[in-house]
């Protein structure tokens, strides 16, 4: 049983505007989360993280909104940009747990 | 440069003949790991090392072997590999095994069994 999921595998958002990408997790032990991003041909890279005893950690255009009592995550690029376009994964706890990963396309 | 490498980047080969792919981190860190990415699943962990000769399954270990005989170098063994290893496997390296600590991936290296 998947502990981190990210049930939209694709999302597309048209330059500028808000993308928003979601992440469910199953472990209320989780106490911190990641999110990467991972281009074509290479491997992830680290984003931005957040600690279970905030709600919100803002990073330039990534803001990433935590929902403890939902046990749910998102990560909120603003203004979105073509260059933002890779995969992104979500991942928890003490030795990363990852989701499946959400395929982001920024259309100019 | 930081990084961690690997080698080799893609691979195909048959059932049963084994293959070593190395990883390698210039960063002194003490924790490193293997990854593997599969088509709605993410990344799963195989094999994990807290620090030289420590080692310790992950999620997915079987069918897979790995040492830490140094610090920088963390090899993945099949053994015998079969189909349902063709996958996107990754290195990854970090201070600690605290989350807190960046965790740096290397490229990648895409395996084919046949």
């Known amino acids: 049983d998947q502990q981190v999921k990210q049930n939209s595998p694709s999302l597309s958002v048209q330059e500028g505007r808000i993308s928003i990408l979601n992440c469910d997790y199953t472990?209320?032990?989780?106490?911190?989360f990641l999110w990467y991003k991972k281009y074509p041909a290479e491997g992830p890279t680290f984003l931005i993280s957040?600690?279970?005893?905030?709600d919100k950690n803002e990073d330039g255009r990534f803001t990433v909104f935590l929902n403890k009592s939902a046990k749910h995550l998102s990560l909120h690029i603003v203004p979105s940009q073509p260059g933002d376009s890779a995969v992104y994964f979500c991942?928890?706890?003490?030795?990363?747990?990852f989701g499946a990963g959400t395929i982001l396309r920024v259309k100019s | 440069e930081a990084q961690v490498t690997q080698n080799p980047r893609y691979l195909i080969t048959v059932t049963g003949k084994k293959l070593t792919v190395t990883c390698s981190q210039n960063?002194?860190?003490?924790?490193m790991s293997w990854y593997r990415q599969d088509p709605g699943l993410g990344l799963r962990q195989i094999y994990y090392?807290?620090?030289?000769?420590?080692?310790d399954k992950g999620d997915v270990p079987e069918g897979y072997k790995v040492s830490r005989k140094e610090k920088r170098n963390f090899p993945l063994i099949l053994e015998s590999p079969s189909p349902n290893q063709t996958s996107l496997y990754f290195c990854?390296?970090?201070?600690?095994?605290?989350?807190?600590?960046?965790?740096?991936f290397g490229p990648g290296t895409r395996l084919t069994v046949l």
């Open positions: 472990n209320s032990m989780f106490d911190y």
């Open positions: 960063m002194n860190h003490e924790y």
């Open positions: 090392s807290m620090n030289v000769e420590v080692t």
């Open positions: 991942a928890a706890g003490n030795k990363l747990v």
């Open positions: 957040i600690s279970s005893i905030k």
């Open positions: 990854a390296s970090s201070l600690s095994v605290s989350p807190y600590n960046e965790q740096f």
